[in-house]
């Protein structure tokens, strides 16, 4: 089985999940790569959503090689064999695992901060992870809900090894594995993207989490969500139909049109948590996938700015066929190859976009495009990212609309970095709200 990414892998764990649905659930993921997935779970149950954070204990010069994990209310785990394999002894490993338990507490304030834990006395617990590997870390985590006063214990996640689940079920009361297949070396060669989660990320879902009470009936087939309505559609794009998802606050003030990068979609998480802000901000946004499944497979279509531009100017168009949205002005946000294709879009004789925002992008590969842009255009590149920004600042001087180029310090290219995304989003909410005005006679 292999997942798009930990959203689609959240939803399918959900729907094996879902008869668990009630008031006693709660669901907590492990931080960072388990909370996307156990964000879906506990939408989907309606259910509250917490993290647990657990440090694996890592050999100073082999720390990939775990021996065992730390966590929360001081539980500790320990791997007898590799201890003695590595020949670790008792002051090695009990400065490592003061090492790790400083950082235990470092992150649980930062992902909390001054919330309280979710209460776990007598409540059934589902951990949650985005896999599991050797195990130590998700029996950590079991044991820490456990000693925290969980009733019942469930280990919930999207793939495992084979025959691991023996090995977790004394730490947890049910096991549920939506795959263990053979050849199993890495979590990762299981989804199609398992690009890194960052803090900001993970504080971003356990808000969103946070401001929606755990109300959803059991049977409800689409979540609630707190920053407007969802929906997923499909929109005919020329000769093809692309999925996409539509969020349109009450009021909205604009619409922006995301165009993602390379081997992303729109589940993108780093793309979902800038919708998520400019959704707070008023504006709807629409996150679609450029290029189906099939199109993907060919990697020319990837960088064929032309084709993935000419999505975007159909997608514009099926917008102003819905009556939600037909008369709201439209802003577009690109990333990587992305924001070549938003600023090609951009600078169509029939383009509607009224302002484009690129994001660690590749403006330059608009080519000549780039002097007919008319659209006002912020560009945002990681200060760590060079390459990119030499490719901006060339760009940005063949530019004859108004433009800036703005510099993210500390931040590399997908601004993994902690607050650097949390930048990105309010520069892009704040030239949106400058620059999207009004449409005149939209349908006339």
């Not at 649905?21 to 259910?47: N, S």
């Not at 689940?165 to 549920?176: F, I």
Request: net charge negative.
């Amino acid at each position: 089985m292999l997942f798009t990414d930990r959203v689609d892998a959240g939803r399918r764990l959900a729907e094996v999940l879902r008869p668990m649905a009630g008031a006693d659930v709660v669901v907590v993921g492990l931080p960072r790569g388990g909370v996307p997935v156990a964000f879906e779970v506990a939408q989907v149950l309606g259910a509250p959503l917490d993290i647990i954070v657990v440090r694996k204990l890592g050999l100073p010069f082999q720390p990939e090689l775990g021996l065992g994990a730390v966590g929360e209310g001081g539980v500790r785990v320990i791997n007898d064999k590799v201890v003695r394999l590595a020949e670790v002894g008792e002051q090695e490993l009990a400065d490592i695992e003061r090492r790790e338990r400083g950082e235990v507490d470092r992150r649980a304030h930062l992902f909390r901060g001054d919330r309280p834990p979710a209460p776990l006395a007598g409540r059934s617990v589902i951990v949650v992870d985005d896999g599991i590997a050797t195990g130590s870390t998700a029996r950590a985590a079991c044991q820490v809900v456990r000693a925290q006063g969980a009733a019942r214990v469930v280990l919930a996640v999207p793939v495992a090894p084979e025959g691991i689940a023996d090995r977790m079920r004394p730490d947890a009361d049910d096991v549920v594995f939506l795959s263990t297949p053979e050849g199993f070396f890495a979590i990762g060669q299981f989804y199609a993207d398992f690009s890194q989660v960052d803090d900001s990320e993970v504080i971003h879902l356990l808000q969103r989490a946070h401001l929606q009470p755990a109300t959803v009936p059991v049977d409800a087939p689409v979540p609630v969500d707190p920053l407007g309505r969802d929906e997923e559609v499909a929109v005919q794009a020329g000769p093809v139909r692309v999925a996409g998802y539509l969020t349109v606050p009450d009021g909205a003030r604009g619409i922006v049109v995301f165009a993602h990068g390379s081997g992303s979609s729109r589940h993108s998480l780093r793309n979902r948590y800038v919708a998520a802000q400019l959704n707070a901000a008023g504006f709807a946004t629409l996150l679609f996938d450029l290029l189906t499944v099939e199109e993907e497979a060919d990697r020319a279509n990837v960088f064929d700015i032309g084709l993935l531009a000419d999505r975007l100017l159909e997608v514009t168009g099926w917008l102003r066929t819905q009556p939600d949205v037909r008369d709201l002005p439209v802003g577009y946000f690109g990333a990587s190859t992305g924001a070549a294709a938003a600023l090609w879009a951009a600078a169509d004789p029939t383009a509607v976009a009224a302002a484009v925002v690129c994001r660690g992008g590749r403006p330059d590969l608009a080519g000549a495009r780039l002097g007919l842009v008319r659209a006002p255009t912020l560009l945002v590149v990681g200060g760590h990212d060079d390459v990119v920004i030499d490719l901006n600042r060339a760009a940005q001087a063949r530019l004859t609309c108004e433009n800036r180029l703005e510099i993210v310090p500390g931040a590399t290219h997908l601004f993994e970095e902690p607050g650097t995304l949390e930048q990105v989003a309010r520069l892009a909410a704040d030239w949106f709200t400058v620059h999207l005005e009004p449409v005149a006679n939209p349908t006339g």
